[in-house]
């Protein structure tokens, strides 16, 4: 990663943690390896694997928020908060935002309707996957969650 982009991202991860006092912005180690290159779908229910899906949504640092489309609370506060935050940001500013589903009942039409919702920018990857590969791309985060009578549990964490 360039000096530029470290300093990126070290901004936005910044800028995210002091305005999200409850939610942590994790940044990503650079031992931990590459995301894993699982199968997702998007909100046209497009199937690919996540590294096209990264690779075509441009350059930069990635920023991993983890939601559930049907979340009330604090998965449309973070998309809210990811908004505000990296539109103040220059536009010559490279980054990338993978909104990723962990509920494995989302569908296009779910995804479809929470960028809607939460006004995403379209340049932002907003996608699903199976519970295997959600298993797998939650335990690369070390992203827990349970589900108790139809409510998904989980932290509140966005990831760089």
């Not at 290159?37 to 983890?66: C, M, Y």
């Not at 998309?79 to 296009?108: G, K, M, N, Y």
Request: glycine share 4%.
């Amino acid at each position: 990663m360039t000096a530029l982009r470290c300093m990126t991202a070290g901004f936005l991860t910044l800028a995210l943690a002091v305005s999200a006092r409850a939610s942590g912005v994790i940044p990503g180690d650079q031992s931990a390896g590459h995301i894993p290159n699982i199968t997702v779908w998007d909100e046209a229910d497009h199937q690919a694997s996540l590294r096209t899906k990264l690779d075509a949504s441009g350059a930069g640092p990635v920023f991993v928020l983890p939601v559930y489309t049907h979340c009330t609370m604090s998965c449309p506060m973070l998309a809210s908060r990811h908004t505000a935050e990296t539109a103040q940001l220059t536009p010559s500013t490279p980054f990338r935002v993978l909104i990723f589903s962990f509920d494995p009942a989302d569908d296009a039409a779910s995804l479809r309707e929470f960028r809607v919702q939460q006004r995403l920018p379209a340049s932002w990857a907003i996608v699903r996957s199976s519970d295997l590969d959600i298993r797998r791309f939650t335990d690369f985060f070390h992203y827990r969650v349970l589900t108790e009578g139809g409510v998904m549990l989980h932290t509140t964490r966005s990831f760089c």
